[in-house]
């Protein structure tokens, strides 16, 4: 089973991720089930002490992703950016001022998000599964990075062809002021977090997020070991992990969106057919009306001619006239009721 493990902060624009597809906050589309059975998963995490928060009666978060991490970065960082803000004003550069919300949603200080998919449409796990996995993981990471990684909202989606969870977090390193503020690259040296080669100088494929990254997959695994899973170590495509979280969102959309096009063909197949097979039935049924109309139509002659019939007999009975006068005329009448049922070629 292979494991997808994608890491991001921002869009090919430059703009931060979304947290509306993460708790479904007015987010819809057509690959997402709307079937209650496929119920997400949801957890709130307090910035502090990196415990979840207690969700509604509903079993959802009290609060949506958006509003609880504008309160977490108030929270975390409200107290440093005021601190910067001055220094700014002081030195004459208000226009470098940013309020809590921009610096969220700066390209370099808002929170980073991070996409594990446990296989996929040809053979994946339970939603159980993933929240142990998950559970497992959460632990192992606040273990071995403290509080410079810190986990702010989690959810795994059931409602997609393949249970994922997405996981956002924030790079909190100390300044030099001693309060926190949000710095990928001094929380990994606070970390004691070497480049993959010390002696080289610091660049795209030699920095220490990269080596972050190899201990972060390692610790992936051996949670999914944990949770009885076995994990190809061998990447599927090279260059597949290090495609950007926005593309890899987009490339998942649109297999699911094909899957589900591919679903309605059938459907409309099936319909059509259901249509011809309808239609058949449908004029059957109006033969058969036809034709129980005509023989209604006879059996009232018959019954008429037979009635006449017995009317005579009596006279017969009573004196009045020959069997022949009577019965001749009257026998005449079935026999052409009877031809005429014949000509039709009516089989019983």
């Excluded at 023989?295 to 019954?303: A, D, E, G, N, W």
Aim: hydrophobic residues 30%.
């Amino acid at each position: 089973m292979r494991m997808t493990h994608h890491n991001g902060r921002t869009r090919a624009d430059g703009s931060a991720f979304s947290t509306k597809h993460n708790d479904r906050n007015g987010f819809t589309a057509d690959h997402i089930s709307p079937d209650p059975e496929h119920e997400n998963f949801y957890r709130i995490i307090n910035p502090v002490t990196q415990k979840p928060q207690k969700l509604g009666e509903d079993g959802k978060p009290k609060k949506s992703f958006d509003e609880h991490e504008r309160d977490c970065y108030e929270e975390l960082f409200g107290e440093s950016l005021a601190a910067q803000n001055k220094r700014y004003t002081n030195s004459g550069h208000t226009e470098r001022c940013k309020t809590i919300d921009e610096y969220r949603k700066s390209a370099r200080t808002c929170p980073e998000e991070t996409i594990i998919q446990l296989g996929n449409r040809s053979g994946t796990v339970s939603p159980e599964t993933v929240e142990q996995f998950l559970s497992l993981y959460l632990f192992h990471m606040r273990a071995e990075f403290g509080d410079k990684v810190r986990f702010l909202d989690v959810a795994i989606h059931n409602d997609e062809s393949v249970p994922h969870a997405h996981i956002r977090r924030v790079w909190c390193a100390t300044g030099k002021d001693g309060l926190l503020e949000v710095s990928q690259a001094k929380a990994l040296e606070q970390l004691g977090i070497e480049r993959p080669d010390p002696t080289k100088k610091e660049s795209r494929h030699n920095n220490r997020k990269q080596s972050f990254s190899k201990m972060e997959r390692s610790i992936a695994l051996k949670c999914a070991r944990k949770c009885g899973l076995e994990i190809e170590k061998i990447p599927a495509e090279p260059g597949k992990q290090t495609m950007a979280l926005e593309q890899y969102v987009a490339q998942k959309e649109r297999e699911a969106l094909a899957a589900v096009h591919a679903e309605k063909e059938a459907v409309k197949e099936e319909v059509r057919k259901l249509t011809e097979v309808r239609e058949e039935v449908r004029a059957e049924v109006e033969t058969l009306t036809q034709e129980k109309t005509r023989l209604q139509r006879l059996v009232s002659r018959l019954s008429d001619s037979l009635g006449r019939l017995f009317g005579k007999l009596q006279n017969i009975a009573m004196g009045r006239g020959t069997v022949l006068d009577y019965v001749r005329p009257e026998a005449q009448a079935v026999v052409d009721d009877l031809n005429e049922l014949d000509n039709e070629e009516y089989e019983l």
